[in-house]
């Protein structure tokens, strides 16, 4: 085994080697180095860490930190992925977080994910009266469904507003191409003839005297004030994501039309928005018992059948 090292030193090598994105190292430089690093000691040698160690790390951020189930989810990840290459450099002779389990999360489908239509209506109606750049802002990610990191990083020479589309840097660093309609790209060429003469090709600026480009927090921090300024419930940027998602689904388009729209890899995430699929799907399982059942089963199913009854139809 290799000369014991400190946990501050194994973050260090294993930041420099892994082989993920800015974003993803991002993501394990503030694991490590803060969040690891307040419970267990950044001294501390890092092959006497324990699997009971990570386990109360764990249970500590849960019940005393409150963080939540999929945040819990993601620390295991972590943990797993960066003790397992300690083990491969040779700096542990065993892997502390081999079995380390994955907390389950129970999820609450009849909590609203998006922004109410209503709510984000007040929004739009407010900002094209105060700020031409909120206002493209919000109506391009409600429209595309982008997600905020990717809509901040939109730069001009990927904007086409005759052809209405955007092409996004989006999440796993893959280039998306979003459609738009008319509306948004009157939006965005309004906030277009109104930007600042900057050196940089970013659409969206912050404020002057520079106007650097707008980063994402700042994208929260205006929709954090919007929410205190009109008195609504406080809302993230990837709830605007969902709300696309939702109304989506409520206009009973498809699922791949769905999980396409929001540029998802697969059907499962688009499925979240449409709980009301059931009702449909229904009447495909039905067709299904009544071709294999002609005799047993109406051939229409004129009303939704209660919870718990028969669909089978019985003829003596």
Known sequence: MSKAISLAEAADLFLMAAPYSQTSKQNYE???T?????YIAAARPVDEITHGDLIRFVAYCEHDRGVSCRSL?????????FFRWCLRAGYIENDPAAALLTPKCVKDGSRV???PPAHLRKMLDYTEQTSK???ALILFMAVT???VRAASELRCSNLDLQLGYARLLE???????????????AALSDWLMKRPNVDHDYVWTGRGPHYEPLKHQGIRSMLTYLCQKLELPHYTPHQIRHSAGEILANHDHSELAVASALNHQSLQSARIYMPQRMAETRHLRHDIEATL???????????????GRPILKIVK
């Open 171 to 185: 999440k796993g660093r893959r280039w998306v191409v979003y459609e738009f309609d008319q509306l948004t790209a």
């Open 30 to 32: 503030i694991f490590l």
């Open 113 to 115: 994910r998006g922004i």
């Open 293 to 307: 059942y002609p005799d047993r089963v109406d051939s229409q199913l004129e009303k939704p059948r209660a919870v």
């Open 34 to 38: 803060k969040t690891l690093a307040s």
């Open 145 to 147: 469904g982008c997600r």
């Open 133 to 135: 750049r909120n206002y």
């Open 73 to 81: 989810k993601q620390y295991t990840y972590f943990l797993r992925s």
